[in-house]
């Protein structure tokens, strides 16, 4: 099987797992459907991008479509990275300010009006005959890498203060979504460094190591989109719980400082602290597998701010593993229990408000250093 077989071979399957995929996302059941349609066009615009095999065999020669095709490219990013915010933030909505994204693909097809939009077909082919010496393309390229080092930080960025924001304030199910979601951002980082390294190739002396570079990214991307459909058949309603306007502690203490004050001093924080370890004790909040640091709040009615700085700050601790200690003391009570010795490690993580078998493993063991089946052995 020669280069050229393989090559549409690998696009055809990518293309039509692709769109199934953009499909399900689109008629899947879910109360966040901008997150599944974010995702959709974003798989949507990658096989556009990746078409380029089948739409030069039934092209003769350069075109308008075929020029504005490649440079839809410039929308992949920006839309993984409005899926990211819909992903990480409950109050996300396409705003009118979000139209900023689209300022790199309307830049890249307006310097290509003058020579390439505008122009006939003999020019075209030209242009397209002569590309390492046309500053437009050279420009282009430039630009799609820019954007895509840029975007990546900012969405690894968002990922972590999402993350650091959820574990201040939810002690719930979804942990395993953000550690998910920023693991298929890294391999999506390297299947853009390699499309980086094709079109180095591509403007060099040895264009024909960018068309098997191109093979191993269609390949990649099969398998990418692969595990993201596996994901999502077996996960179809994505998390979101964060709220935008929450703040990271770290940015509260600073404001107090700022203010010269602090909001708890010694006296207030000790009554609020054996307030919190009360009510922990005898209503067991910690039983409820969403628990948020706002339902604490309200039950023993301490302020939010107020409640994340004493156990965010006071008691370094975030909200997230100060709730699981409090898991683990009840799952250890029951491993203890000789009545209970029949009750599996699996009914144990569920009772004690576990919804997870690794996240229970993962807080067993930074709380015990052994893990509960040792634990309970060893007893």
Request: proline content about 3%; overall charge positive; aromatic content about 14%.
């Amino acid at each position: 099987m020669d280069k050229i077989n393989l090559l549409l071979i690998v696009t055809i399957i990518s293309l039509f797992i692709s769109l199934f995929l953009a499909f399900f996302l689109l008629t899947v059941k879910t109360k966040h459907k901008i997150s599944n349609v974010l995702f959709a066009l974003f798989l949507f615009i990658t096989a556009i991008d990746s078409s380029s095999p089948l739409f030069e065999l039934m092209t003769d020669g350069p075109s308008n479509l075929g020029m504005f095709r490649i440079t839809i490219a410039f929308l992949q990013i920006p839309v993984f990275y409005l899926y990211v915010l819909s992903v990480c933030y409950s109050d996300f909505k396409l705003r009118p300010r979000h139209v900023i994204h689209l300022l790199p693909f309307l830049f890249a097809n307006f310097i290509l009006l003058p020579r390439f939009y505008l122009v006939n077909t003999a020019s075209k082919i030209e242009f397209i005959l002569n590309r390492q010496n046309m500053m437009e393309l050279q420009f282009t390229h430039i630009l799609f890498h820019i954007q895509i080092v840029v975007y990546f930080i900012a969405i690894f960025m968002l990922l972590r203060k999402a993350k650091k924001l959820y574990l201040e304030n939810n002690a719930g199910i979804h942990i395993n979504s953000y550690n998910w979601l920023f693991q298929f951002t890294v391999v999506l980082t390297i299947l853009y460094l390699i499309v980086i390294l094709k079109n180095i190739f591509k403007f060099s002396d040895q264009p024909y190591i960018s068309e098997s570079i191109k093979i191993g990214i269609l390949v990649l991307q099969l398998f990418l989109t692969s595990w993201y459909l596996f994901k999502a058949l077996n996960n179809p309603g994505l998390f979101r719980n964060i709220d935008s306007k929450l703040k990271l502690v770290s940015d509260i203490v600073l404001e107090e400082k700022n203010r010269e004050q602090s909001t708890l001093n010694d006296n207030e924080f000790n009554e609020k602290l054996l307030k919190l370890k009360k009510y922990m004790i005898e209503e067991k909040p910690f039983l409820n597998p969403a628990l948020t640091i706002q339902d604490v709040s309200a039950a023993i009615q301490i302020p939010v701010r107020d409640l994340s700085l004493l156990i965010n700050h006071k008691l370094e601790q975030h909200f997230y593993d100060f709730v699981n200690t409090y898991r683990i003391e009840n799952a250890m009570d029951i491993l203890k229990d000789a009545a209970k010795s029949k009750v599996t490690i699996l009914e144990i993580l569920y009772q004690v408000g576990f919804n997870s078998k690794s996240s229970f493993n993962t807080a067993f063991k930074k709380h015990t250093g052994d893990t509960p089946t040792s634990y309970r052995k060893n007893l």
